[in-house]
DNA sequence: TTGTATGCGTTATCAG
DNA sequence: CTGATAACGCATACAA
């Protein structure tokens, strides 16, 4: 398609380059094609027509420098996985509307270092504001408070309570988890989670108990079994908690990958499912959930939905309205086979 | 940290600003802060210490409106789990080493005029070199070759033998599946794999009929066994297989997912692993392979050093080194307790 | 309606 | 050793 009016290998057209192809000058070539009305339709149509001929794209960097913004913003992750980036980072580009806004993406990949040197990167390149994606739900310390562009944090929050942070309501998703239960049925349950350590862990646990609680049931097996985020514990932990409690009736995951375990060792126990047992998980992680037998329920935390509003807060923080504190967006439940006998 | 001498809120110091805090000009401030010799060591100091004091961080924009390069790059991909580009993405990162070249991921998710868009967006921001991650093994269409910066298909080929692409070569992984099962005492291999519309399916299983034609072993089962990318498939399969061929001793599955699913029948048919039967998969994807049990061996694709080759041969493009046609890499097979008995 | 001139922040070239 | 000054590509106030 390119013509060999058109530029040298590698150099592609400029604004001068139209300008001269279309006997006009550059005032006149920029007037035209960002659709100024100071100009004739049919001088417009000449320059149209050159810069189209030319394959011209005008140069971003030379505009952002010009305006002082480059409708670009950082999304900083250190989500090795991708697991929860490629979700936050899909609703922020939604956000942004196509064409106005681009999205870096760079992974610190836990290391502070990598993560000040990316930071760096970013603002030299004069990204117009950074929205930087925990790789947990705990807090985490922030960038810091004098930054030349608004930051937005999601997922797990900012310690600084001065900064925003979007993060998923997690001791109502756990309470969600149990009225989903109770719900279709269940009066037994109990709940196997994760490392305790991890804010994830514990909130969820609290809404869990405290969703008990409220409805006059108890917590099947006395205590929340704590463990670690993997497929063993959740196979672990159910052989030891059957054991314990055989009348549980549901069971509350603490991620995906718990449920999976706690599905296989329920398999192997004989116990069919949900007729005997009902399973609900967290993270909804499609991978996991829609390829288990059968198919899981999990609360999904809507990462989608955080990274459009950190994409929004962030664009009313550029225009001036800065927000501060901790915003909670609630998670749903999506209902599969594991708790309703419907697969 | 920051003093009131510095910028208002929102905008960054620029060199001229250090250089008037240095008292020198805004020539002797460049040259201080880039290295150059022809500067005096105490004037050099002042600059450097009235750059750190404002927090000074040069703009890339400007920079590489000058340069004509922006040490930036372009990585465009249609993954949408990030499977595939994370790897990717971080052994590209890699390769270019910190602080030369930042990265820039965009996610067309599967939609061409979505992608054409983000083409653009990049290369109005002046990206060095693009990198194309394809969303499966098939070739897909050309960016075309009329563009102004080199180009770099990774994982999935491009259809143009005159662009560079980098891909696993996997006929060899298929063959490495067998021989590795071979290696570990088997004789008696069978095949469940994926759509066979798709090239990864063809190939791996290509690569499987070959070696054991070369072993002079017959493919038990008679025939590869087609299906879906999914665990349901791989439990189906594997049903219908150990009624058909019993004597079956090792399964190849076309993906980890697949495995998952194999695994799944297995244990259901009470037969051990990996005394009774081996199994191993291809991606090596952690999340399934580590949590399975035993774990899962697998053939992994590195898809890391893909990237990493990606980024040097976009590097070499960029200095005028251009290559063509397809690069092969061989992958490598990760060795668990699907087909060692030491888990 | 069109063209000229200025400046965004930086580096490089050339005088001093 | 240091300091003016000219680019880089574009948008705009202003002059014609």
Same mark, same amino acid.
């Given at each position: 398609m390119s013509t060999d009016e058109t530029q040298a290998r590698g150099r592609s057209a400029t604004l001068s380059d139209v300008a001269k192809a279309a006997g006009v000058s550059i005032a006149t070539a920029s007037k035209a094609l960002n659709g100024r009305d100071q100009v004739r339709a049919e001088t417009r149509d000449r320059v149209l027509r050159a810069a189209e001929r030319l394959a011209f794209s005008p140069n971003a960097l030379a505009k952002g420098l010009l305006a002082g913004r480059t409708g670009t913003v950082g999304l900083l992750t250190s989500d090795l996985e991708g697991r929860f980036s490629i979700p936050i980072l899909m609703g922020a580009e939604d956000a942004f509307g196509a064409g106005k806004v681009s999205v870096f993406l760079c992974d610190a990949r836990g290391d502070a270092i990598r993560e000040q040197h990316h930071?760096?990167?970013?603002?030299?390149?004069?990204?117009?504001?950074?929205?930087?994606?925990?790789?947990?739900?705990?807090?985490r310390?922030?960038?810091?408070?004098?930054?030349?562009?608004?930051?937005?944090?999601?997922?797990?929050?900012? $310690?600084?309570? $001065?900064?925003?942070?979007?993060?998923?309501?997690?001791?109502? &998703?756990? @309470? #969600? /988890?149990? $009225?989903?239960?109770? /719900?279709?049925?269940? #009066?037994?349950? /109990?709940?196997?989670?994760?490392?305790?350590?991890? &804010? &994830?862990?514990?909130?969820?646990?609290?809404?869990?108990? =405290?969703?008990? &609680?409220? !409805?006059?049931? *108890? !917590?099947?097996?006395? @205590?929340?079994?704590?463990?670690?985020?993997?497929? /063993?514990?959740?196979?672990?932990?159910?052989?030891?908690?059957? $054991?314990?409690? *055989?009348?549980?009736?549901?069971?509350? =995951?603490?991620?995906?990958?718990?449920?999976?375990?706690?599905l296989d060792a329920l398999h192997e126990l004989g116990r069919e499912i949900p007729r005997d047992i009902a399973v609900i998980g967290f993270d909804n992680w499609a991978i996991l959930a829609t390829n288990s037998r059968p198919q899981l329920t999990s609360v999904d935390l809507r990462l989608e939905e955080l990274g459009r509003l950190a994409a929004q807060r962030l664009f009313e923080a550029m225009d001036g309205d800065v927000r501060h504190g901790v915003e909670s967006l609630q998670s749903r439940v999506v209902t599969r086979g594991t708790t309703t006998p419907s697969n």
């Open positions: 930071v760096q990167a970013l603002l030299s390149r004069r990204v117009d504001g950074l929205i930087v994606v925990g790789s947990s739900t705990d807090a310390s922030s960038l810091g408070r004098d930054l030349p562009v608004p930051v937005v944090y999601v997922y797990g929050p900012s $310690e600084d309570p $001065e900064d925003l942070s979007i993060v998923t309501d997690n001791v109502d &998703a756990g @309470r #969600q /988890a149990v $009225e989903h239960l109770v /719900a279709t049925g269940r #009066q037994r349950i /109990a709940h196997i989670t994760g490392d305790a350590s991890y &804010a &994830a862990a514990k909130d969820r646990a609290a809404g869990v108990t =405290a969703a008990l &609680a409220d !409805l006059g049931l *108890p !917590l099947v097996g006395d @205590r929340v079994m704590f463990g670690s985020w993997n497929e /063993a514990w959740g196979r672990g932990a159910t052989r030891l908690l059957l $054991e314990r409690a *055989p009348e549980v009736d549901a069971i509350v =995951a603490g991620s995906d990958q718990i449920a999976r375990g706690v």
